[in-house]
């Protein structure tokens, strides 16, 4: 079983960075996908950046040229470093990972941290 923990959430004010860090333990193979979402009150869940095992990047379009996804494929970490934060990257930031072994394909959430960005 996979779990995830993320770190690194807090406040800051607009203009600000802050990195969030995810730890994954437990085996997640050789071919997976490790993704940060979020979610602020009263909107859906939203892709916020992922990062294939092999180093290909995936950006919302909201965050593209602020925020960078990187990982440590030994350590099974990956990071979300965000700069240049607005009011409106505050939510709850959900650390992901998807896994394919053989044909079967899984999936494990963190529990969030709270990123919160004032004007």
């Known amino acids: 079983q996979v779990q995830l923990v993320e770190s690194g959430g807090g406040s800051v004010q607009a203009g600000g960075s802050l990195r969030l860090s995810c730890a994954a333990s437990?085996?997640?193979?050789?071919?997976?996908?490790m993704g940060w979402y979020r979610q602020a009150p009263g909107k859906q869940r939203e892709l916020v950046a992922a990062i294939t095992s092999g180093g290909n990047t995936n950006y919302a379009d909201s965050v593209k040229g602020r925020f960078t996804i990187s990982r440590d494929n030994a350590k099974n970490m990956a990071y979300l470093q965000m700069n240049s934060l607005k009011p409106e990257d505050t939510a709850v930031y959900y650390c992901n990972v998807e896994w394919l072994i053989l044909t079967t394909r899984y999936n494990s959430w963190g529990q969030g941290t709270q990123v919160t960005v004032s004007s």
């Open positions: 437990g085996s997640i193979g050789s071919f997976n996908v």
